[in-house]
């Protein structure tokens, strides 16, 4: 299956997602396409299938170069920053808000592994600092950290029961997020948590959980491209 069929593929099972996600009677129905659909926006070796995914195709020949460049005036990211912000987001929203637990960050060691001195999303970032971070992130501890953040998504989502679906964010969690500097208490990050605490354990799953995932990888892909071309 190419890229623009396995693309049209995701996007409708996203669509059959949100049709049955809160339906208790689809409950595992739902539970087992989220974990496909999840599946696609990591690496293979995360959720261990034998099936090529759109993070699969990222990193596939992607150099040093490319992952910490921004192509033109016009771009705002790189492709560390976008993986920045999925893994940060993921790991934010399912670590704090959904199992209330430490975040991944947090544990490890990653922040040193990464050589990273900031924890937060990464929203509020001027284009000169996202090169500048770019530029000292760890690229290979990245790709490891993203991968614990998948992996522990998947143990979380596993976890769940049919009575958790509906559950609102609960405003002590949304309020760690802030206190662990993890969303930044400015205009440009804040508008987060308002936005997560509009939503339910399905608005969470749905997005950022899978559909931020492939909105950023696309990104990301573009970001390739673009370098590929001015490396020729």
Known sequence: MNTDDRKQLWNSNQNLLKSIITKKDKFDEAIDLCL??????????????????????????LSDAAFRTMPSPKDESTIAW???????????????????????????????KMKVRICDTGNAMTNEEIIDFSLKIDMQELKNYRKAVGRKTREIIKNLN??????????????????????????????????????????ILLMPITRHNIVHLNEAMQLKEKCRKLSK
């Open 36 to 61: 496909k659909q999840h599946a696609m926006v990591h690496l293979s070796e995360v959720s261990q299938i034998d099936e090529t995914t759109f993070e699969d195709d990222l990193w596939d020949n």
């Open 162 to 203: 049919p009575s958790d679906i509906k559950k609102k964010m609960e405003a002590s969690r949304l309020q760690r997020i802030l206190d662990e500097g993890a969303v930044l208490d400015v205009e440009a990050s804040k508008w987060l948590i308002d936005f997560w605490g509009r939503k339910n354990t399905a608005g």
């Open 82 to 112: 976008c993986l920045w912000h999925l893994s940060r987001i993921e790991d934010i929203t399912m670590s704090i808000l959904i199992a209330d637990d430490i975040q991944v960050i947090n544990s490890d060691k990653w922040l040193e």
